[in-house]
């Protein structure tokens, strides 16, 4: 008799793979066959990390840093993280707040394992990172997606959230940068989200991974400095993967209250231990290193943004948000599905599909990130692979 023993866990039934990272398994698995695929899938800067940086990796090995670590971080890179923040913040922040784990996945995972219990809802505003949703239901919450439009370029407004809460809402999610949309909040518009999550004692999550790449001159602001005592119901989610182009070394953190973090710390202890010690070295020489590496990426991203909101919007029936920071193009494709409906394309996956297979462009679609008709771009690519893209893009909407 066959054995039914290793069934799934009620749990893992609900949980989706990462729609990106499948796309993009994809798109390297055409590669790999010879196909001459155009990846625009994935959220992961095309730059090698700096040299400085790998330096430090290299001489925390040749200097044995090679051991277990404090499970919650080493001493030098909490206190870097909370120096870090404290400079371009001005809220001070002790290294005690300060939890690093295996990337900022990870740390999402922390915080809604740590705080959530069960029937606990979550405001999710959509379109939303792929992520959120399956971890929330993985800790036994509820996310609540609560959609935004492209009219409001994406942003939750506060008549929203006021309507959206409910006795058991405990937790606001914000994603600002935003990842899919690329769209950031002003701190006006976050400081009224902050008045509302006071207003009903809400937790809430900022994930600031983008925090740094921000365009137009313009900074992106840290949700707990907006208002006077929002620090002790905030956790921010950041990291090294996005800002300095480390998304291999696997380093994240969030930046809590005390007793949080040492909750959260306790939670790590038991079910990975410390990040890799050699990455957490490399992140101390990211965080207290020269910044030069920083400013040249984000020249480099703006530039991408330019040509690709320039060249999107001129797409017949395409519509794309204002791009503030981050890199990603999610653009609405509602009027192209239309015009394919009589060829079958009917969903942004099924347009997804066929661009892949007519075109060889990689691109996700939106309702992976619970916002069917759009599609995402990421351009953390050359502007040469970008250009090439975008002819493909444009050949398949006009024979599409
Ligand atoms: C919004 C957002 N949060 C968190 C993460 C996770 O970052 P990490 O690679 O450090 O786990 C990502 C990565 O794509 C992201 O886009």
């Known amino acids: 008799m066959e054995s039914t023993s290793l069934h799934t866990a009620r749990r893992m039934r609900a949980l989706e793979p990462s729609a990106t990272l499948a796309m993009a398994a994809r798109a390297a698995a055409l590669k790999a066959a010879g196909a001459d695929v155009i990846d625009l899938s994935v959220g992961e800067p095309d730059f090698p990390t700096p040299e400085h940086i790998c330096r430090a990796a290299e001489e925390a090995i040749r200097g044995g840093k090679t051991k277990y ?32 784990s295996n990337g900022a996945k990870h740390s999402l995972h922390n915080v809604f394992t740590a705080v959530l219990d069960e029937g606990d809802e979550v405001i999710v505003p959509t379109p939303y990172w792929v992520s959120y949703a399956e971890l929330i239901k993985l ?6 997606l609560l959609e935004t439009r492209i009219e409001d370029d994406f942003k939750l407004r506060p008549e929203a959230l006021r309507a959206a809460v409910t006795p058991r809402t405990r937790m606001l999610l914000l994603c600002s940068p935003s990842n899919p949309t690329g769209v950031v909040y002003t701190p006006d518009e976050l400081g009224a989200l902050a008045d509302i999550a006071i207003e009903h004692d809400l937790a809430v999550v900022s ?14 602001v840290s949700f707990p400095t907006l208002r006077p005592g929002l620090a002790d119901r905030t956790v921010v989610v950041a990291g090294v993967s996005k800002t300095y182009s480390m998304t291999g070394w696997r380093i994240g953190w969030t930046i809590a209250p005390e007793p949080l973090s040492k909750a959260m710390g306790n939670l790590q202890s038991q079910e990975t231990s410390n990040p890799c010690s050699i990455s957490q070295h490399a992140a101390v020489a990211a965080l207290t290193g020269p910044q030069e590496c920083v400013a040249r990426m984000l020249a480099a991203f703006e530039q991408r943004r330019d040509l690709v909101a320039a060249r999107l919007r001129a797409l017949p029936g395409v519509r794309i948000p204002e791009i503030g920071g981050a890199f990603y193009a999610f653009f609405d494709i509602r009027e192209p599905l239309g015009r394919m409906k009589a060829g079958g394309i009917e969903t942004s996956m099924q347009w997804c599909e066929a661009l892949l ?7 996700v679609a939106g309702s992976a990130f619970g916002a069917e008709g759009h599609v995402r771009m990421s351009f953390a ?10 002819d493909r893009i444009a050949a398949f909407l006009q024979t599409g």
């Open 207 to 220: 994930d600031e991974i983008y925090d740094q790449l921000v365009y137009d001159g313009r900074e992106s």
């Open 139 to 144: 800790a036994g919450a509820k996310p609540v």
């Open 69 to 100: 670590t404090p499970a919650a971080g080493i001493p030098q890179l909490r206190q870097a993280v909370a120096a870090d923040y404290t400079r371009r913040t001005g809220l001070a922040v002790s290294p005690g707040q300060v939890v690093v």
């Open 357 to 363: 297979e007519r075109q060889q462009v990689a691109l």
């Open 381 to 390: 690519a050359s502007e040469a692979t970008l250009a090439i893209g975008l």
